[in-house]
């Protein structure tokens, strides 16, 4: 049974840097999107971006120019960073995997089917 | 960005009874569409993809149907674990966004 433990801290400043690391057990590490998404009560779920095991990233326009997801295949873990941390940048932030169903050619049906447990960050001066 | 709305953003329904939930995308995604459940401190879990296809597990009153930009699900004799936050996402393209949710309350 996959599950995900992520871990990082909890309480940052303005304009700090987020880091949070998920590491992935017991399941493949390959061939799936390792996946950041954050929940705001104001917001409701934001998708952050996603790496694949190759080190492919792609990332929500809204954040492109402050986060980087990258993955360490060795240890099964992939992490995420978010630089210049303001205010709105509280949420609770979930690791989660990217699988889905290949369907007609060419198409293949992507859903977060497991998520870590999320930690909540608080941006506070 | 395709935007995802959803309607009611809360409902009251009581024990057995059947609702409704309506997701609507900004543009035609054609069923790349995924329902998901949360309950109070947890994480989402997926019920639906591809618009209809149940997930293993999840019980069959559950329901999604719809294509292009119009989705709708289903919840058949509602039972108490049912009561939570209904999401739909799309999966058509990047970034992969969310509905703002509608919450199912006990009447």
């Known amino acids: ?125 | 960005d395709i935007q995802m709305t959803q309607s009611p953003s809360s409902l009251s329904a009581s024990v057995g009874d059947r609702v409704t939930i309506t997701c609507r995308a900004s543009q035609r995604i054609s069923d790349f569409l995924n329902w998901y459940q949360q309950k109070p401190g947890k994480a989402p879990k997926v019920l639906i993809y591809s618009a209809s296809s149940l997930r293993p597990g999840v019980p069959s009153r559950f329901r999604g149907s719809g294509s292009g930009t119009d989705f709708s699900l289903t919840i058949s004799n509602l039972q108490p674990e049912d009561f939570a936050t209904y999401y739909c996402q799309q999966s058509y393209g990047t970034p992969r966004t969310f509905g703002p949710g509608t919450k199912v309350e006990i009447k």
Not at chain 1, 57 to 68: C, E, F, Q
């Open chain 1, 1 to 125: 049974q996959v599950h995900l433990e992520q871990w990082g801290a909890g309480l940052l400043k303005p304009s700090e840097t987020l880091s949070l690391t998920c590491a992935v057990y017991g399941g493949s590490f390959s061939g799936y999107y390792w996946s950041w998404i954050r929940q705001t009560p104001g917001k409701g779920l934001e998708w952050i971006g996603e790496v694949i095991d190759r080190g492919t990233t792609t990332y929500n326009p809204s954040l492109r120019s402050r986060v980087t997801i990258s993955v360490d295949t060795s240890k099964n873990q992939f992490s995420l960073r978010l630089t210049s941390v303001t205010a709105a940048d509280t949420a609770v932030y979930s690791c989660a995997r990217g699988g889905g169903v290949a369907a007609r050619p060419g198409d293949y049906y992507y859903f977060l089917d497991v998520w870590g447990k999320g930690t909540s960050v608080t941006v506070s001066s």
